[in-house]
């Protein structure tokens, strides 16, 4: 027995581009929307202050995949030349339960991530939204322009802030060759990037005492969209508490961190819908064009797992990766 072996350069070099990613994970969210996934709230654990891991196993029924992602989460680790992301990701036949890849998951958070933000923006934005907001310009708002990108055909304006000008900077430098249809314009101030923008999308490092300080409720305009990547540290409760509706990837998994993580104590109790449950039409997405909705993107193993199956399937079909004894 042998399992295929998948650095970060072999899953970056299989060219999966984000439209597949968001047809995968869009179907997997789907699936859970009908109650064909088996996936338990993922535990944490802290080795050190503001650091986490987790562990987060799946099963997708109908897709057939069955897996689980160890991953980190370390704030210091940049400062440090290492990536605030790190994992491993273990696909297993469903059938026997044996081990048939195992890959980074770095890149897979990254994407899969930008795919959840994007997937709301598909179903709660406006269809008319041309101007996003981007709190935060690291990695994975990197991935979730590329996103919003595809599933906004009117996105003509990103707004962005950064803690760090420089960040910003290089992002607008590194993307706006990539996307030379949408201006990318660097604000002065967090809730700059909220003026005119239907969708914003949050995604700073998960701190207890972020900065910069988080989107107030006046900030936020009608009909809005807020996407949270980083739990609610982004927004002020009274910001969240200002929508209408509340949406996540994962109830079940929103209310197990409420309680155990120290975090989302800012989100209500009472979550209108999961994302796949509109995905599946189960309820509906965005109702009209004046409701503001916020959608609380918790990052789950479904989306991992479909993200893997289709890098793994690509490894096979290009012969890339490692095959190693088990």
């Known amino acids: 027995m042998e399992i295929v072996y998948l650095s970060r350069n072999d899953v970056?070099?299989?060219?999966?581009?984000?439209?597949?990613?968001?047809?995968?994970?869009?179907?997997?969210?789907?699936?859970?929307?009908?109650?064909?996934?088996?996936?338990?709230?993922?535990?944490?654990?802290?080795?050190?202050?503001?650091?986490?891991?987790?562990?987060?196993?799946?099963?997708?029924?109908?897709?057939?995949?069955?897996?689980?992602?160890?991953?980190?989460?370390?704030?210091?680790?940049?400062?440090?030349?290492?990536?605030?992301?790190?994992?491993?990701?273990?696909?297993?036949?469903?059938?026997?339960?044996?081990?048939?890849?195992?890959?980074?998951?770095?890149?897979?958070?990254?994407?899969?991530?930008?795919?959840?933000?994007?997937?709301?923006?598909?179903?709660?934005?406006?269809k008319d939204t041309s101007v996003a907001g981007l709190l935060g310009c690291g990695v994975q708002a990197r991935f979730t322009l590329a996103a919003l990108v595809e599933t906004l055909p009117r996105l003509s304006r990103v707004r962005l802030y950064d803690l760090h000008a420089a960040s910003a900077e290089r992002f607008v430098a590194e993307m706006g060759p990539k996307f030379p249809d949408v201006a990318l314009e660097i604000c002065k101030a967090p809730g700059d990037i909220a003026a005119g923008a239907g969708v914003i999308v949050t995604a700073i490092p998960i701190l207890r005492e972020p900065d910069p300080e988080p989107l107030d409720a006046e900030m936020l305009e009608e009909g809005m969209l807020g996407v949270g990547l980083d739990y609610d540290v982004a927004w002020t409760q009274a910001a969240i508490r200002s929508c209408d509706r509340f949406v996540s990837d994962d109830i079940g998994q929103l209310l197990y961190g409420k309680e155990h993580s120290g975090h989302l104590r800012k989100i209500p109790d009472v979550i209108d819908a999961e994302l796949g449950e509109i995905a599946a039409g189960v309820k509906p997405g965005r109702q009209n064009d004046t409701e503001k909705i916020f959608s609380m993107q918790m990052g789950i193993g479904i989306e991992d797992l479909v993200t893997a199956k289709l890098l793994y399937d690509r490894a096979l079909q290009a012969g890339a990766g490692a095959r190693l004894p088990l």
């Open 12 to 126: 970056e070099g299989l060219d999966v581009t984000m439209k597949e990613v968001l047809e995968v994970v869009d179907e997997g969210l789907r699936l859970k929307g009908l109650g064909k996934t088996q996936m338990p709230p993922k535990p944490s654990v802290y080795p050190r202050h503001n650091c986490v891991m987790h562990p987060m196993p799946a099963y997708v029924g109908e897709m057939d995949v069955a897996g689980m992602k160890w991953i980190c989460g370390y704030p210091p680790n940049p400062a440090k030349g290492l990536p605030y992301i790190s994992g491993l990701l273990i696909l297993s036949d469903p059938e026997t339960g044996i081990p048939i890849t195992v890959m980074d998951a770095t890149w897979i958070t990254a994407v899969r991530t930008g795919a959840s933000a994007g997937i709301a923006a598909k179903y709660l934005a406006r």
